[in-house]
């Protein structure tokens, strides 16, 4: 399991405890509304019943959830929400995208920016790191026997797959990812997570502890911006590193 695989497992776990820290409802109005784009009906568009599903989770209102689909469909006359992609590097010039579901990217862009700039990052031209990550489907598990979950998984039509004790993280094609959660599901397995995701290619080990903390807090910093959706990295920080600054 990689370095930043585990670092997002062990925030799933705090989140459970803070979801302030997690996901606010604020995200996950706008990943509401960004789905909406494709549909309002959740059985038809699966990318909205997962964000859907992930505000249920944090016992978001029904009415708060049903104000974001309108949101997104336009019916309010609000200004859209749109999806944009910044790029950037953090320290041991580890590659980072930020995906971002914003209303007003004047307001996002330099957010994002300062995000880089006071801990220790740099942000980088379109393209510039977004060729070292491959757009997978990835769906996340937790099963007291991973052996056989990933039997399903394989079956269900799994490309690859990691584990790390009770949990099991899936990829997809892409453009499988509903029919291979769908086929999960059937085979009595509930999953946590089932999201498009940018998969590095290949990951920058980091090895010391002060350059892995000084990237995290960058990623944090990132990630609790209001309009910053999610954000992916290609490091790989040692398991023994990781538990020292959790």
């Known amino acids: ?27 996950l109005a706008n990943a509401i509304a960004l789905a909406a784009h494709e549909g309002e009906d959740p059985e038809l568009n699966y990318k909205l019943r997962i964000a859907i599903d992930k505000a249920r989770v944090v016992n978001m209102p029904s009415a708060n959830i049903e104000k974001s689909i309108a949101r997104g469909t336009g019916k309010l006359g609000t200004e859209q929400i749109q999806e944009v992609i910044y790029e950037g590097y953090g ?66 039509g799994a490309t690859d797959m990691e584990e790390d004790g009770r949990s099991l993280i899936i990829y997809t094609d892409p453009k499988k990812l509903k029919e291979v959660s ?47 959706s999610s954000v992916y990295s290609n490091f790989n920080i040692p398991s023994h590193i990781l538990e020292s600054i959790s």
């Open 1 to 27: 399991m990689s370095g930043h695989s585990k670092w997002a497992s062990i925030k799933r776990k705090k989140g459970a405890a803070d979801s302030k820290r997690g996901q606010t409802f604020t995200k």
């Open 91 to 156: 320290p041991g010039r580890s590659a980072i995208i930020v995906q971002c579901a914003t209303d007003n990217k004047n307001r996002t862009l330099p957010e994002v920016r300062l995000a880089f700039t006071k801990n220790g990052g740099t942000m980088a031209e379109s393209g510039a790191v977004m060729f070292q990550f491959l757009q997978k489907g990835v769906v996340q598990l937790e099963t007291l026997d991973t052996e056989i979950a990933s039997l399903a998984a394989i079956d269900a």
């Open 182 to 228: 769908s086929n999960i599901e059937k085979a009595g397995f509930d999953i946590v997570s089932a999201e498009l995701s940018f998969v590095p290619s290949q990951t920058v080990l980091i090895e010391s502890e002060e350059t892995a903390a000084k990237l995290l807090k960058l990623i944090d910093s990132l990630e609790e911006l209001d309009d910053v």
